[in-house]
Nanobody, 115 residues
Framework: QVQLVESGGGLVQAGGSLRLSCAASRSIFSINVMGWYRQAPGKQREVVAGITSGGSTSYAEPVKGRFTISRDNAKNRVYLQMNSLKPEDTAVYYC?????????WGQGTHVTVSS
């Protein structure tokens, strides 16, 4: 069973950047699509970005052009580079497979963007 641990969140001013990291306890090589999700207070969890084993990426419309997802299968890690952050990006960010049906959610990492 893959355990997922997110890190890298914090408090940042609008326009700033953060790089989130997702560490998996074991190989993610066989997981075709890994993704980042986020959940803001009072809202349902939404997908932010996805990346296939081959490196193909997809992004939710609100983050296109600002966020970049990447993965390092050898290190069992998935990253989310977030640039030009906006207050509406404030949320708890999680990583998981897409779809997120086979693995438990981690604790997530909090991202707060101040105006």
């Amino acid at each position: 069973q893959v355990q997922l641990v997110e890190s890298g969140g914090g408090l940042v001013q609008a326009g700033g950047s953060l790089r989130l990291s997702c560490a998996a306890s074991r190989s993610i090589f066989s997981i075709n699509v890994m993704g980042w999700y986020r959940q803001a207070p009072g809202k349902q969890r939404e997908v932010v970005a996805g990346i296939t084993s081959g490196g193909s990426t997809s992004y939710a419309e609100p983050v296109k052009g600002r966020f970049t997802i990447s993965r390092d299968n050898a290190k069992n890690r998935v990253y989310l580079q977030m640039n030009s952050l906006k207050p509406e990006d404030t949320a708890v960010y999680y990583c998981n497979a897409r779809p997120a049906i086979d693995y438990a959610w981690g604790q997530g990492t909090h991202v707060t963007v101040s105006s």
